[in-house]
């Protein structure tokens, strides 16, 4: 019987360490190469068990780091587009965002802002957080950052 018993101890501690292994998430560094070109020093999107965290979208021209022109009304369309192709690319809709936060160059914008943000989300609505900034990434007047979880 005492035999038996190293290898019990160690069949148990195995069976352990599986099972801590198995409640650890999976964590995957994700890039469509859709909207942003490859070679940028960042992920579009992490994901984390079905916990999508995506990147803040500014309004580029899928491929290039230039922005749309047309000032906030085009650039804000052109980010929440980006946002969707981001989404789709990994398997998510719009639908699945639970929570953004919004910079803009002008807090003054923010209802303009709104007026954009409404065609593209319906209630009940994600949760939000809307900041103004000194600056965002190559002078976008709007970025936005969401967090999605597949429903």
């Not at 992920?43 to 000032?71: C, F, H, M, N, R």
Request: aromatic share 10%.
């Amino acid at each position: 019987m005492r035999q038996f018993l190293p290898l019990a101890a160690f069949v148990g501690a195995m069976f352990c360490l599986s099972a801590a292994a198995a409640d650890r998430p999976v964590v995957e560094f994700l890039n469509s190469g859709k909207v942003y070109p490859t070679g940028v020093p960042f992920s579009e999107a992490v994901k984390v068990g079905d916990t999508l965290y995506l990147s803040g979208q500014i309004g580029v021209k899928p491929g290039k780091l230039e922005l749309v022109p047309g000032g906030l009304k085009e650039e804000g369309r052109q980010t929440l587009e980006n946002l969707r192709t981001t989404l789709e690319a990994h398997g998510y809709s719009l639908r699945d965002v639970i929570k953004c936060t919004v910079m803009l160059a002008d807090i003054a914008k923010w209802g303009e802002f709104n007026e954009i943000y409404k065609t593209f989300f319906t209630a009940p609505y994600p949760a939000r957080s809307a900041l103004g900034t000194s600056g965002l990434a190559l002078g976008a007047q709007v970025e936005l950052e969401c967090i999605a979880v597949k429903r």
